[in-house]
């Protein structure tokens, strides 16, 4: 199971003085079971793409496939697409509208015409998944967290049992205890139900430690694709569309300039401390 852009464009205004380029003739394939960072500066198209991927947005020109079927086919339901290509906004307000979590959460099967017992079972099946306790089940989303609220939001979409899993910025304005465990999460569900994971993150050191693949955004345009490991040490190249590598990235840099023969494709924290103690043990 693939997702496939092919010459995508996204033209905003079209045909009015403000017209502009959202996205650029994007052509890329999402393979099935990936855990995808999408990151780039404010404007650089991150969202208008996913929001291509389950049909919220129709691209201007190109196609876009999913399990080799054209979107854009008119007799190709959306509304199955979404139930299999589900994508958790930045502002979970955006996606919370029942009196209660549980009803919120019961919304997207219910609405898939599932029996009441099937249901029930992926609704509570997603909480528990997410770490959202019975204690909470009748509360108001909107009494909730920030986190609490992100993580009723990611449930409902789970309950539905997506085959891709998208996810705008879920851990914006989170503290650090908030956003490693909303990651955690995140991580856990792509091991063990091997879902596709499209994380959508300003964060460097989110995506360097999470992602199996990063695609880089300017203008419209996805201009590098690549592991961490492979696209992170050239981060003069990241620096000049406004982003910024991981700290370790630069930190193992330092260390390469100062004579160590450090591996400076390291991205994770632990890696890194176990290598350079490696060379120490060794000058020892």
Same mark, same amino acid.
């Given at each position: 199971?693939?997702?496939?852009?092919?010459?995508?464009?996204?033209?905003?205004?079209?045909?009015?003085?403000?017209?502009?380029?959202?996205?650029?003739?994007?052509?890329?394939?999402?393979?099935?079971?990936?855990?995808?960072?999408?990151?780039?500066?404010?404007?650089?198209?991150?969202?208008?793409?996913?929001?291509?991927?389950?049909? /919220?947005?129709?691209?201007?020109?190109?196609?876009?496939?999913?399990?080799?079927?054209?979107?854009?086919?008119?007799?190709?339901?959306?509304?199955?697409?979404?139930?299999?290509?589900?994508?958790?906004?930045?502002?979970?307000?955006?996606? /919370?509208?029942?009196?209660?979590?549980?009803?919120?959460?019961?919304?997207?099967?219910?609405?898939?015409?599932?029996?009441?017992?099937?249901?029930?079972?992926?609704?509570?099946?997603?909480?528990?998944?997410?770490?959202?306790?019975?204690? /909470?089940?009748?509360?108001?989303?909107?009494? /909730?967290?920030?986190?609490?609220?992100?993580?009723?939001?990611?449930?409902?979409?789970?309950?539905?049992?997506?085959?891709?899993?998208?996810?705008?910025?879920?851990?914006?304005?989170?503290?650090?205890?908030?956003?490693?465990?909303?990651?955690?999460?995140?991580?856990?569900?792509?091991?063990?139900?091997?879902?596709?994971?499209?994380?959508?993150?300003?964060?460097?050191?989110?995506?360097?430690?999470?992602?199996?693949?990063?695609?880089?955004?300017?203008?419209?345009?996805?201009?590098?694709?690549?592991?961490?490991?492979?696209?992170?040490?050239?981060?003069?190249?990241?620096?000049?569309?406004?982003?910024?590598?991981?700290?370790?990235?630069?930190?193992?840099?330092?260390?390469?300039?100062?004579?160590?023969?450090?591996?400076?494709?390291?991205?994770?924290?632990?890696?890194?401390?176990?290598?350079?103690?490696?060379?120490?043990?060794?000058?020892?």
């Amino acid at each position: 199971m693939s997702i496939v852009l092919d010459k995508v464009s996204h033209i905003y205004d079209l045909g009015t003085a403000n017209e502009r380029f959202a996205l650029k003739d994007i052509s890329l394939q999402i393979k099935d079971g990936e855990f995808i960072g999408l990151i780039g500066h404010t404007g650089s198209g991150k969202s208008t793409l996913v929001q291509h991927l389950n049909g /919220l947005l129709k691209a201007n020109y190109g196609t876009v496939y999913y399990n080799g079927e054209d979107i854009y086919a008119k007799d190709y339901s959306m509304k199955k697409l979404r139930q299999k290509v589900g994508l958790v906004f930045q502002y979970p307000e955006h996606q /919370l509208f029942e009196t209660t979590v549980i009803k919120d959460v019961k919304f997207g099967p219910k609405n898939m015409g599932l029996p009441q017992l099937e249901v029930d079972m992926r609704a509570f099946e997603a909480l528990k998944q997410v770490g959202i306790g019975d204690d /909470l089940l009748d509360a108001s989303p909107f009494e /909730l967290s920030g986190g609490q609220r992100r993580r009723v939001a990611i449930a409902g979409i789970l309950a539905m049992q997506p085959e891709v899993l998208i996810l705008d910025e879920p851990t914006a304005g989170l503290d650090p205890k908030g956003r490693e465990e909303i990651l955690e999460q995140i991580a856990r569900l792509h091991k063990e139900r091997n879902i596709t994971i499209i994380l959508v993150s300003h964060s460097m050191e989110d995506v360097a430690k999470y992602a199996q693949r990063l695609l880089v955004m300017n203008r419209g345009r996805v201009v590098l694709d690549g592991a961490p490991q492979d696209i992170f040490p050239h981060y003069e190249e990241i620096e000049k569309i406004g982003l910024a590598a991981p700290q370790i990235t630069y930190v193992m840099q330092s260390l390469k300039e100062a004579g160590l023969p450090v591996d400076t494709s390291i991205t994770d924290l632990e890696q890194a401390v176990e290598n350079i103690c490696r060379y120490t043990k060794n000058v020892n």
